[in-house]
């Protein structure tokens, strides 16, 4: 199944997570497919992810609740992206969460960053 052919089941999945985890105090994922996706900004928000720097070449964000501290840095260089990705559980919870997740969350995070960054660079004018 290509990542574009995939977008329902990952947008299935982010639904399922804020059913389901909302309650345990853990903010879910905002970055479904039919929603715009700004362009980052420090102190802004991607998704569920605080922006902590963003310029010309490298956005630096993340999060931390109740189960994870979750750091993530995109940097452009030329022609080439880079994602770089820093994750700790910080209970058991989080342990049992990261382990039934860990399988799959590499490809659904990439693919549904990709998809979120090509639509804001769209949505400014700009080829992906």
Same mark, same amino acid.
């Given at each position: 199944?290509?990542? @574009?052919?995939?977008?329902?089941?990952?947008?299935?999945?982010?639904?399922? #997570?804020? /059913?389901?985890?909302?309650?345990?105090?853990? *903010?879910?994922?905002?970055?479904?497919?039919? *929603?715009?996706?700004?362009?980052?900004? #420090?102190?802004?928000?991607?998704?569920?992810? @605080? /922006?902590?720097?963003?310029?010309?070449?490298?956005?630096? =964000?993340?999060?931390?609740?109740?189960?994870?501290?979750?750091?993530?840095?995109?940097? /452009?260089?030329?022609? +080439?992206?880079?994602?770089? /990705?820093?994750?700790? +559980?910080?209970? #058991?919870?989080?342990?049992?969460?990261?382990?039934?997740?860990?399988?799959? #969350?590499?490809?659904?995070?990439?693919?549904?960053?990709?998809?979120? =960054?090509?639509?804001? =660079? @769209?949505?400014?004018?700009?080829?992906?």
């Amino acid at each position: 199944m290509t990542p @574009e052919r995939a977008f329902w089941l990952v947008d299935l999945w982010i639904r399922m #997570q804020g /059913v389901l985890l909302r309650p345990l105090g853990v *903010r879910p994922n905002t970055m479904r497919s039919g *929603r715009e996706q700004p362009l980052p900004e #420090q102190g802004g928000r991607l998704g569920p992810y @605080e /922006v902590f720097e963003a310029d010309g070449h490298e956005v630096f =964000l993340g999060d931390t609740d109740k189960l994870l501290d979750h750091r993530m840095s995109f940097i /452009v260089a030329g022609d +080439t992206a880079f994602i770089g /990705v820093v994750l700790r +559980t910080r209970n #058991q919870a989080g342990d049992a969460y990261w382990n039934q997740l860990r399988h799959n #969350q590499t490809r659904i995070l990439h693919e549904s960053l990709r998809r979120g =960054l090509t639509k804001a =660079l @769209e949505a400014a004018g700009h080829r992906a």
